[in-house]
T-cell receptor, first 113, second 120 residues
Framework: AQSVTQPDIHITVSEGASLELRCNYS??????LFWYVQSPGQGLQLLLK??????LVQGIKGFEAEFKRSQSSFNLRKPSVHWSDAAEYFC???????????FGTGTRLKVLA | GAVVSQHPSWVICKSGTSVKIECRSL??????MFWYRQFPKQSLMLMAT?????????EQGVEKDKFLINHASLTLSTLTVTSAHPEDSSFYIC????????????????FGPGTRLTVL
């Protein structure tokens, strides 16, 4: 079955600390992978995406993610978190044969001052 | 480029009335659009796939007669919530796909900002 798992429902970090949000997927074809951020009451903003090539992907706002095929993972990282990064983060997977995405359940990030 | 808008951004209506939400691709032609529903503190739930000039394909459990989708042009899809009830209150998000959009992957969705529906 195709699925996306974000194991951490909530994560709390201190401002300036490093961050890693986990995303694991199960997908029958070559995956296209996405990370989105959503602030309360807002739509989705694309942070970064992976289709092919270099497995370390740089995104906006200082985020990066690494695609690890052997682990079926696409974890999101940021070396130093800012208070404005507090939001909900969604991982999604799509594929070459479909326009549809499968979304993870999301991780809510809280940043302590 | 690849901007998707939604109108209205929020709407309040009385129970029993119908509400129409528009989704527009502003700078590209969208052959396919998706409609999602999001409950508070939950992920996006795909409701239906809308293809220009054809009937929408609804996900299992989504009432077709309740959520009417029309994709009459390559830049506009509408979602009409008919006879709305308080349980229809939610955040509705659309997305659009355009194969062949210059510089963009074939399969990437572009999301609108969402519409908050409150049914009293």
């Amino acid at each position: 079955a195709q699925s996306v798992t974000q194991p951490d429902i909530h994560i709390t970090v201190s401002e300036g600390a490093s961050l890693e949000l986990r995303c694991n997927y199960s997908y029958g074809a070559t995956p296209y992978l996405f990370w989105y951020v959503q602030s309360p009451g807002q739509g989705l903003q694309l942070l970064l995406k992976y289709f092919s090539g270099d497995t370390l992907v740089q995104g906006i706002k200082g985020f990066e993610a690494e695609f690890k095929r052997s682990q079926s993972s696409f974890n999101l990282r940021k070396p130093s978190v800012h208070w404005s990064d507090a939001a909900e983060y969604f991982c999604a997977v799509g594929g070459s044969g479909t326009y549809k995405y499968i979304f993870g359940t999301g991780t809510r990030l809280k940043v302590l001052a | 480029g690849a901007v998707v808008s939604q109108h209205p951004s929020w709407v309040i209506c009385k129970s029993g009335t119908s509400v129409k939400i528009e989704c527009r691709s502003l700078d590209f032609q969208a052959t396919t659009m998706f409609w999602y529903r999001q409950f508070p503190k939950q992920s996006l739930m795909l409701m239906a796939t809308s293809n220009e000039g054809s009937k929408a394909t609804y996900e299992q459990g989504v009432e077709k007669d309740k959520f009417l989708i029309n994709h009459a042009s390559l830049t506009l899809s509408t979602l009409t919530v008919t006879s709305a009830h308080p349980e229809d209150s939610s955040f509705y998000i659309c997305s659009a796909v355009s194969p062949g959009l210059a510089g963009v992957s074939y399969n990437e969705q572009f999301f609108g900002p969402g519409t908050r529906l409150t049914v009293l």
